[in-house]
């Protein structure tokens, strides 16, 4: 019966905090903002076309333009590109330079948030290294893809198994959230990987799902800081704010199911589990994607309340899921970064 009341009072919280989001205003505000959103993406794909020519066989739309959620205050813009095999070593150039030209010359809040994925079915199937397509986004194509360009070139493509979504998160959060650098064993002095949004760091991060890789910390931008000291996140603004709540949200759903969901899906998920730590703060996150929070005091409050404790329980999940796969330089990983956040 307690259960029952409690799962009850959470599946309330998230509707409230939907309808606090229905509001006529703000939801006219969302339909404008998602039609500059697509706007963003169709002056993207005419680039692309002019610029990748005949290599070009599909474009897609990815994200939450796809599959609903989409924000114009804090959602990127993702785009996924398939170019015509072999990959090409100027391939990697040509794609960022498009992106590039995009956002220098329109100068737009949503340009700045374009994000491209890219590969050949080549790539995409594994067969050989190169572009840029990291697990959750190949799934992300695979069940939620919105062809905007060319002819469909997914009909051949596997997805992504649960225990590669499983690790690929888990070195995403690891580099993104957990401020710590990953290297092969092999690697030395200043060629650690970068981040996920540099095609040549997703080359790498490819392999190194394989095998055993070890973890330096950095201060670069350094998320642990971040969780612990809230006026420091709230000073980031809305867009940081929200995407260090909730990643760990849609890294739990994705790991518990195997699907991609929206943030709205996620979110619902956490809050219908038995054990969700910071449910006011997931709820509240969810709200401040569309409308920015007012109180400083009230963010703060549900941040000191409600951040350490969303993270352990993430982490503890992880660590258990890595360690059953047989992946303890993860879940040791993940150890280390539970320690760094009670220092």
């Known amino acids: 019966m307690k259960i029952g009341i409690l799962v009850e009072i959470k599946q309330w919280r998230c509707t409230k905090t939907l309808n606090h989001m229905a509001d006529e205003s703000h939801l006219s505000i969302l339909a404008q903002g998602t039609e500059q959103g697509h706007a963003v993406l169709a002056e993207a794909v005419a680039a692309y076309t002019r610029t990748l020519g005949e290599r070009l066989i599909a474009a897609y739309s990815l994200g939450s333009l796809s599959h609903g959620g989409f924000s114009p205050l804090v959602s990127d813009i993702d785009l996924a590109l398939i170019l015509a095999d072999p990959l090409r070593p100027t391939d990697s150039v040509r794609v960022a330079a ?131 000291r809230p006026e420091l996140l709230l000073a980031r603004g809305v867009l940081r704010l929200t995407k260090l709540i909730l990643f760990p949200v849609r890294f739990l759903f994705t790991a518990e199911t195997g699907r991609i969901a929206t943030y709205g899906d996620a979110v619902e998920h956490y809050l219908a589990a038995d054990a969700s730590p910071g449910d006011a703060l997931v709820a509240a996150a969810l709200a401040w994607r569309t409308v920015p929070p007012e109180n400083d005091e009230v963010v703060l409050s549900l941040l ?40």
């Open 304 to 343: 000191e309340a409600g951040m350490v404790p969303l993270y352990l329980h993430y982490i503890d999940d992880q660590r258990a899921r890595l360690a059953a796969l047989g992946r303890h330089d993860l879940a040791e990983a993940f150890g280390q970064w539970r320690r760094r956040l009670l220092q």
């Open 98 to 228: 498009v992106a590039w030209r995009l956002k220098k010359t329109h100068g737009s809040a949503l340009h700045d948030r374009l994000s491209v994925f890219w590969g050949t079915p080549s790539s995409l199937a594994g067969q050989v290294p190169g572009g840029r397509f990291p697990p959750l986004d190949r799934l992300d194509l695979l069940e939620h893809g919105r062809l905007l360009w060319g002819e469909d070139a997914r009909s051949d493509l596997a997805p992504p198994g649960r225990d590669e979504l499983l690790v690929a998160g888990a070195i995403f959060a690891l580099e993104h959230l957990a401020g710590l650098v990953v290297r092969s064993p092999h690697e030395r002095g200043g060629n650690a990987l970068g981040s996920v949004h540099r095609t040549r760091g997703v080359r790498r991060l490819s392999k190194l799902v394989l095998f055993p890789v070890r973890f330096l910390f950095t201060t670069d931008e350094d998320a642990v800081e971040e969780v612990r």
